[in-house]
């Protein structure tokens, strides 16, 4: 079965300093996609960043990069220069290829910047 | 990506009472698929919108409380039936053209009374 596991339950960090988001993944199947979501308090789920299983390099999005290693399972999120309106909820999520897309979800991490 | 509404935003029901909510993308797309977020928690999927056939749903979830309606690659409903105060939730409804791309829309807060 797969699962997401996201270990940080709140994070703080200082403005403009780096911060990152763990998350571990577990599944058998070789051909699966890895998403983070930030969602702040209005509740909307907005897509940050992608990484496929068969990507050679780190994907990047302006300010958000993932962390991919594979061979430890683990797929966490870097926020450089972080500011204010980083702060909200942020949910890694998965999708095996062959199981029509759907997304399966870690419990969350929130968030807070410090001015 | 694809622009995707929801219908209503945010509603307050009677414990009892049923509530449709709708999905509508301004592009045809592969797969749409409905969420539910508890207070608090992360997200569950419901169910897969199918366009022209039966919804598949996951384990937990079944037709008679929610059923869901894909009439088209643009549009889906979700209703919520037969309504409890558990059932207060943010559904999402969420569409991707491919596997490696899925967006969601903007929710609907549903509070039970």
């Known amino acids: 079965a797969q699962k997401i596991t996201q270990t940080q339950p709140g994070m703080f960090v200082q403005e403009k300093e780096a911060v990152t988001l763990d998350c571990t993944y577990d599944?058998?199947?070789?051909?699966?996609?890895l998403f983070w979501y930030k969602q702040p308090s209005s509740g909307e789920m907005i897509f940050l960043i992608y990484?496929?299983?068969?990507?050679?390099q780190n994907a990047t999005e302006g300010r958000y990069s993932l962390n991919f290693q594979k061979a430890r399972k683990s797929a966490n999120l870097v926020i450089s220069a972080s500011q204010l309106g980083d702060s909200a909820m942020y949910f890694c999520?998965?999708?095996?290829?062959?199981?029509?897309?759907?997304?399966?979800f870690g419990q969350g991490t929130e968030l807070s910047v410090k001015p | 990506s694809a622009v995707i509404s929801q219908k209503p935003s945010r509603d307050i029901c009677q414990r009892g009472t049923s509530l449709t909510i709708q999905c509508q993308v301004d592009?045809?797309?592969?797969?749409m698929f409905w969420y539910r977020q508890q207070p608090g928690q992360s997200l569950t999927l419901i169910a897969t919108?199918?366009?022209?056939?039966?919804?598949?749903?996951e384990s937990g979830f079944v037709i008679d409380k929610f059923p869901i309606s894909r009439p088209n690659l643009t549009f889906s409903t979700l209703t919520v039936s037969n309504m409890s105060p558990e059932d207060s939730s943010i559904y999402l409804c969420?569409?991707?053209?491919?596997?490696?791309?899925?967006?969601f829309g903007p929710g609907t807060r549903l509070t039970v009374t």
């Open positions: 592009s045809q797309v592969t797969m």
């Open positions: 599944t058998s199947d070789p051909s699966y996609g």
């Open positions: 969420s569409v991707g053209e491919s596997s490696y791309e899925q967006y």
């Open positions: 990484q496929g299983s068969y990507d050679q």
């Open positions: 999520a998965m999708s095996v290829y062959n199981q029509g897309g759907k997304l399966i």
């Open positions: 919108a199918n366009q022209g056939s039966e919804a598949t749903y």
